[in-house]
């Protein structure tokens, strides 16, 4: 990743917000907590460095989760979902992000 440039590094750690209804309850509690995908490679200074790059707030802590594949059935057809990994980033009290 050395060779990639600033701006396409953050976009290839970050991949997109996770906007769910737990997700939206984590940014709206006193110290807000944000949810993304995350390249399966990131580490944890890898995705405090792309958020501060692109949202230009620091973060407090950063949590990361892998969740596994999941195997599917639709109409008879086996598939599987694949697996991804997610970065919970958490920011001082009263600061915000806007995701757009």
Known sequence: ????GKENKTQIVLKSPRVTEKSTDLSVR????YVFEVA???T?????AAFEAK?????VKVNIVN????KTMVRGKRGSKSAIKKAMVFIKAGE????V
């Open 1 to 4: 990743m050395s060779k990639i």
């Open 30 to 33: 006193t110290n807000p907590a």
């Open 40 to 42: 399966r490679e990131a």
């Open 44 to 48: 944890k200074p890898m995705i405090v």
């Open 55 to 59: 949202y230009k707030v620091k973060p």
């Open 67 to 70: 969740l596994p594949a999941k």
């Open 96 to 99: 915000k992000i806007e995701i």
